[in-house]
């Protein structure tokens, strides 16, 4: 089975950079029609996408972040990572990132990370 790990800094300041990186394992992230995700949820709301790297490294993005938002990925690693720039205290939330086997059919995100606290406070 696929399983993910999310890591990075619990706290960031205003105005800088949130960075985070999940760590495939079970999988790999080049397997075909694959792609990974990452979803956040802020306290006492819902899940929000952000946005996914594809298998062949093709990017998408939420309209209401992609000015703010970077998704790479290291392949020799099996990790993909986060960037979120000018984070302020709404971008504070629980970050996770999944998986879907099936990015251009179903895109059911079949597996999930334990999510990660990120706090936005000076």
């Known amino acids: 089975q696929v399983q993910l790990q999310e890591s990075g800094p619990g706290l960031v300041k205003p105005s800088q950079m949130l960075s985070l990186t999940c760590t495939g394992s079970?999988?790999?992230?080049?397997?075909?029609?694959?792609?990974w995700s990452w979803i956040r949820q802020p306290p006492g709301k819902g899940l929000e996408w952000m946005g996914a790297i594809a298998y062949d490294g093709s990017t998408y993005y939420s309209p209401s972040l992609k000015s703010r938002t970077s998704i790479s990925r290291d392949t020799s690693k099996n990790q993909f990572s986060l960037q979120l720039s000018s984070v302020t205290p709404e971008d504070t939330a629980v970050y996770y990132c999944?998986?879907?086997?099936?990015?251009?059919?179903?895109?059911?995100?079949?597996?999930w990370g334990q999510g990660t606290q990120v706090t936005v406070s000076s």
């Open positions: 079970g999988g790999s992230i080049t397997t075909t029609y694959s792609a």
């Open positions: 999944a998986f879907t086997s099936d990015y251009y059919g179903h895109r059911y995100l079949e597996r």
